[in-house]
């Protein structure tokens, strides 16, 4: 079945250093979703990406799709403890479901 | 907007019993709902999806007897877990897509489910 393959699986990083999270998936994607779930919280949803190629921007945070919409990257610049957290991506199945990454659990030390 | 909540936040149950999970949409209508459950530090697994006024669709492995999905209306879904065993003590987390065709999902808070 479809899967969507996420690394890496734990990050580490002084405060304002970069962050990148990729998701790589084994089939075509309707589209990708990026969420971020703090400890002992629910996921919540940070961005759609829908076409080939797009790049999205939310002030630090820069979401990539693929040309092949089979990979995707999410790039925090200059991280601050506030994005401590696992980020999860979710590929867009042909059922309108969503096939989750496994995250990636962002630690920043101040 | 776009809130969805659950209930109960957690619940602790003995071996045997059956528990009843809601989620609800409070503030849109959800044609789809979705019930995922996440085992600790792991991603979220989809167990199913639902439909208003059809059967759910469950992912393989899940086995439908067990985890018995209702969504009756279009802004509830609910999840029982019959005959519960420890092996069923997770997070489980509803999530709902809005009629209005956005590929977003809403989740709820999620459901400790803890089986003794």
């Known amino acids: 079945g479809q899967q969507v393959m996420q690394i890496p699986q734990y990050q580490h990083v002084q405060e304002g250093e970069d962050f990148t999270t990729y998701c790589n998936s084994s089939?075509?994607?309707?589209?990708i979703q990026w969420y971020k779930q703090r400890p002992g919280g629910h996921p919540v949803f940070l961005i759609q990406l829908v076409k080939s190629g797009e790049v999205k921007k939310q002030k630090r945070l820069t979401f990539q799709f693929g040309e092949a919409k089979k990979n995707s990257s999410l790039h925090i610049t200059a991280t601050q403890t506030t994005d401590v957290g696992t980020y999860f991506c979710?590929?867009?199945?042909?059922?309108?479901?969503?096939?989750f990454g496994k995250g990636t659990k962002l630690s920043v030390k101040p | 907007g776009a809130v969805v909540s659950q209930h109960p936040s957690w619940v602790i149950c003995k071996s045997g019993t059956s528990v009843k999970i809601e989620c609800r949409s409070l503030?849109?209508?959800?044609?789809?709902m979705f019930w995922y459950r996440q085992f600790p530090k792991q991603s979220l697994m989809l167990m199913a999806t639902?439909?208003?006024?059809?059967?759910?669709?469950?992912e393989q492995g899940v086995e439908k007897d067990k985890f018995l999905i209702n969504h009756a209306s279009l802004t509830l879904s609910t999840l029982t877990v019959t005959s519960a065993h420890p092996e069923d003590s997770s997070f489980y987390i509803c999530?709902?897509?809005?009629?209005?065709?956005?590929?977003?999902?809403?989740f709820g808070p999620g459901t400790r489910l803890t089986v003794t």
């Open positions: 979710a590929g867009g199945g042909s059922q309108g479901n969503l096939i």
């Open positions: 503030d849109f209508q959800a044609t789809t």
């Open positions: 089939t075509t994607l309707s589209n």
């Open positions: 999530s709902a897509t809005p009629t209005s065709g956005s590929f977003k999902q809403y």
């Open positions: 639902s439909n208003e006024g059809s059967k759910a669709t469950y």
